[in-house]
Nanobody, 121 residues
């Protein structure tokens, strides 16, 4: 079984910073792209940032310049460092990873349970 467990969410004032972590565990042969999505109340889940296994990154326009995604392949962990947070960053943040469980297996999408980030004005 594969699990993604997020941590690091919480309440922060506008202008503050947070670092989210997501660790993958279980039967894992390899992890391809990893990413963070967020879903605000009443809105669709959207991509915040993604990183390939080789370290290439892409960011949503709304967070570019104040957010950094990184990963530690040895720990099967992806991080999201957010700075200069704004009230509009308030959302549940979900970790996503494309994981191959076996050497000859397919890559499937896995999601974490989500972690709440609330930015007060």
């Amino acid at each position: 079984q594969v699990r993604l467990v997020e941590s690091g969410g919480g309440l922060v004032q506008a202008g503050g910073s947070l670092r989210l972590s997501c660790a993958a565990s279980g039967s894992i042969f390899s992890i391809n792209a990893m990413g963070w999505y967020r879903q605000a109340p009443g809105k669709q889940r959207v991509l915040v940032a993604a990183i390939t296994s080789g370290g290439s990154t892409n960011y949503a326009e709304s967070v570019e310049g104040r957010t950094t995604i990184s990963r530690d392949n040895a720990k099967n962990t992806v991080y999201l460092q957010m700075t200069s947070l704004k009230p509009e960053d308030t959302a549940v943040y979900y970790c996503n990873a494309g994981i191959q469980k076996y050497k000859l297996g397919y890559t499937n999408d896995y999601w974490g349970q989500g972690t709440q980030v609330t930015v007060s004005s």
